[in-house]
């Protein structure tokens, strides 16, 4: 392996518009594309390929790989200007890579088939907006759908804190400050201190990790700002449940009030193909924080807030997965059967039944 041979398959993973890339010792490389992944025809790597290609992205981190390292992350980027989001570990005593192909441009939510209704709810004049969703859904494509949105849209001062940075953007109607934890910056909770005296409409955390992370957003939002950020949970619901439990039992009463003052919305993504098996697309829950739910959140009467977010379609533009799958399928999009793989729901063939009734 050299830097020729490794920059002609990242070239071809970003022509071909793979997803993500995988350098395991002795196996090929492997391509994930539309969801599947592929097992390449190129030689099996050894040791010395994968320690190769870790330190040459390292190198152009300007970092050095660490020799007790257990996993870490970082981004690369090619000569013309193909980037790729990389985490690198340890496995059986060897070097792993994944690399996410990051897309050259960032969609606007029809190009991304996302609901028109996420520009309404990125320009809430303050509060917290979390984009949710298992690994590789799409939620940092989302949240850089919303920033795009805001940059063309309004005259603010948008700060973004990552690890590492993955979309880059240029200021456009807003002034856009991109920092890099580890690059930039020591961490999200020291970047969030500090970002509060760098005159910040709009701050967007990469990903709520930690306590001190989630508490520092809380604060934020809680003093007039717009905090937007993701979080690897499957619907609203568990959403707040995963950021009330990282408090001290004591504490929960307390966050479930704030929480409940601040909360704006929760979008919640899942990619599923499309009847051509040729595309992915986002089946979307959208739950937008109305008096109603404030109360739920407050008094942790968590199980009711599906039914709320599916009562509040045609006013708040709101909805639960199962009807994003429903109208999916009443729009041909998708099949029956891919639907009912995206969701627990038990009914969802009475449900569309019923819909195309009325």
Do not use: W
């Not at 190129?42 to 996993?71: C, G, W």
């Not at 959208?286 to 006013?315: F, P, W």
């Amino acid at each position: 392996m050299d830097m020729k041979v490794l920059h002609q398959i990242l070239q071809i993973a970003f022509e071909k518009r793979v997803s993500d890339l995988h350098f395991e010792v002795d196996n090929p490389p492997f391509f994930r594309g539309r969801g599947q992944l592929v097992r390449s025809k190129l030689p099996d790597l050894t040791p010395q390929d994968t320690e190769f290609i870790a330190n040459s992205i390292m190198e152009k981190n300007n970092r050095t790989l660490p020799e007790d390292f257990t996993e870490l992350d970082a981004s690369y980027s090619l000569p013309n200007g193909g980037r790729f989001r990389v985490s690198i570990f340890r496995q059986r005593g060897h070097i792993g890579i994944v690399m996410r192909v990051i897309p050259p441009h960032v969609g606007t939510f029809q190009q991304l088939n996302l609901p028109p209704v996420l520009g309404e709810i990125a320009q809430a004049p303050n509060g917290l907006i979390l984009v949710t969703g298992p690994t590789g859904n799409g939620k940092s494509t989302t949240l850089a759908s919303m920033i795009r949105f805001l940059n063309e849209t309004c005259s603010f001062n948008i700060i973004t804190i990552e690890d590492p940075i993955e979309f880059l953007f240029t200021s456009s109607k807003s002034c856009i400050i991109q920092r890099e934890v580890g690059i930039d910056t020591e961490n999200f909770s020291t970047a969030l201190r500090a970002a509060l005296r760098m005159d910040p409409d709009v701050i967007m955390v990469g990903e709520l990790r930690e306590l001190e992370t989630i508490d520092a957003c809380i604060k934020a939002a809680e003093t007039g700002h717009l905090v937007l950020s993701t979080l690897h949970t499957q619907n609203a619901a568990s959403t707040i449940n995963r950021v009330v439990g990282h408090f001290p039992p004591d504490a929960q009463e307390v966050i479930r009030h704030r929480l409940a003052d601040i909360l704006v919305a929760t979008i919640s993504l899942r990619l599923i193909r499309d009847k051509t098996g040729e595309q992915l697309i986002p089946a979307v829950e959208v739950m937008r924080t109305t008096s109603t739910i404030q109360a739920c959140i407050r008094e942790g009467r968590l199980d009711e807030i599906e039914k709320h977010i599916e009562n509040g379609r045609s006013q708040y533009q709101m909805q639960t997965l199962d009807q994003h799958l429903v109208q999916l399928c009443q729009k041909e999009i998708i099949t029956f059967e891919q639907a009912q793989r995206m969701t627990r729901s038990t009914d969802l063939e009475r449900k569309l039944t019923f819909t195309s009734e009325y």
